[in-house]
């Protein structure tokens, strides 16, 4: 019934429809907030694979010149020169 309150009002007090509990029950501030979370999420992650990929290769050039002075193709002087290069990279 309505007595006076109009049909939404009565709706939303008799405990059905949008009651005020969910995602956007704290308004804006809880959108910013989840918004902003996702964000970081989303650096945090393009930051960490870009790290591992920088690692990876610089170990696969570093592993490479290694083989390289093994094998007698560089000496120990441009071994230690390319490895100083490579680790400061």
Do not use: H, P
């Amino acid at each position: 019934m309505m007595y006076g309150r109009g049909y939404f009002n009565s709706f939303r007090n008799s405990g059905y429809g949008c009651s005020g509990y969910g995602f956007m029950s704290n308004g804006w501030l809880t959108f910013i907030l989840t918004t902003l979370l996702i964000i970081f999420a989303v650096i945090f992650i393009v930051k960490l694979i870009q790290n591992n990929k920088s690692k990876t290769v610089s170990s696969i050039a570093l592993d490479n010149l290694k083989v390289k002075f093994a094998n007698g193709d560089i000496s120990e002087e441009e071994y230690l020169k390319r490895k100083d290069i490579l680790e400061n990279k």
